[in-house]
């Protein structure tokens, strides 16, 4: 479980596109749990820092737990936490998620990929605001705020996706960056600075190279964009006018 604070220079220099701006006014809805859709690379981590960090919730914590990679008990372990001697690893009590980030932001990556069996606990935490760590019997009261992404179509045949419904959750779907061409030059700038300050460097994005982007196809999306930015500064550049095919070319 990794707790991270949502950075105000990235919201800073990320917020100058109307989409993003769009975006994010209806993650604000009504302080509402949200669920963004989009493909792999297209921002949702993203999206989801700058919700928190535009909310009210912004001074207190955001935790985000990664679905995908995590077996039942783990993934139970970040979301709610486990009593000393309720699993036979646990030697500490343990604070969970929603526990950890109370007055704050929980986001759940790639909730498709929550273990079906913490469906309905999840579902009774986000009805109740109540949780209870594994192996105690307290109930624990949180006033989290609950983001969501995933790669699936939402198409209600799922039962967790029913339930979400049912819970008026406000669903963003974030468009490739191949719709998105106006955002390329403001996504490249960022992850330039970024690591022009990493590297020490002090390479540049010509005009021929920033048209070159806006043609590109980005199946990777933002991913794909950053990782070329990164090859084109640590090959050392120059001004930046070296062949494009270079840094979007795959390593």
């Not at 949502?6 to 209806?26: C, H, N, S, Y």
């Not at 469906?119 to 969501?148: C, F, K, M, N, Q």
């Not at 590109?216 to 090959?235: F, K």
Request: with cysteine.
């Amino acid at each position: 479980m990794s707790s991270v604070r949502a950075r105000k220079g990235t919201v800073e220099t990320v917020l100058r596109t109307a989409q993003i701006l769009d975006l994010v006014a209806a993650g604000q809805r009504e302080d509402r749990a949200v669920l963004i859709r989009g493909e792999h690379g297209v921002g949702k981590d993203v999206l989801a820092r700058l919700i928190h960090a535009t909310s009210a919730r912004q001074p207190y914590s955001f935790v985000k737990v990664n679905c995908a990679v995590e077996t039942v008990e783990r993934c139970e372990a970040d979301l709610f936490g486990h009593e000393r001697g309720a699993l036979p690893l646990a030697i500490r009590r343990l604070l969970g998620s929603f526990e950890f980030a109370n007055h704050g932001t929980v986001y759940l990556d790639e909730i498709g990929a929550l273990p079906l069996a913490l469906a309905p606990r999840l579902l009774h935490t986000l009805r109740t605001g109540e949780i209870s760590r594994t192996g105690g019997r307290e109930i624990i009261r949180v006033d989290v705020r609950v983001v969501a992404s995933t790669v699936q179509n939402v198409t209600g045949y799922n039962h967790l996706w029913q339930e979400l419904r049912r819970l008026d959750v406000v669903e963003i779907c974030i468009p490739p960056l191949r719709q998105r061409t106006e955002e390329i030059p403001v996504w490249a700038s960022f992850f330039l600075e970024r690591f022009n300050r990493w590297y020490r460097r002090d390479v540049q994005l010509c005009p021929d190279v920033i048209a070159r982007f806006k043609t590109h196809a980005w199946p990777g999306n933002i991913r794909e964009l950053e990782e070329a930015v990164h090859r084109l500064v640590v090959g050392g550049g120059g001004d930046g006018s070296r062949s494009l095919a270079d840094p979007i070319a795959a390593p």
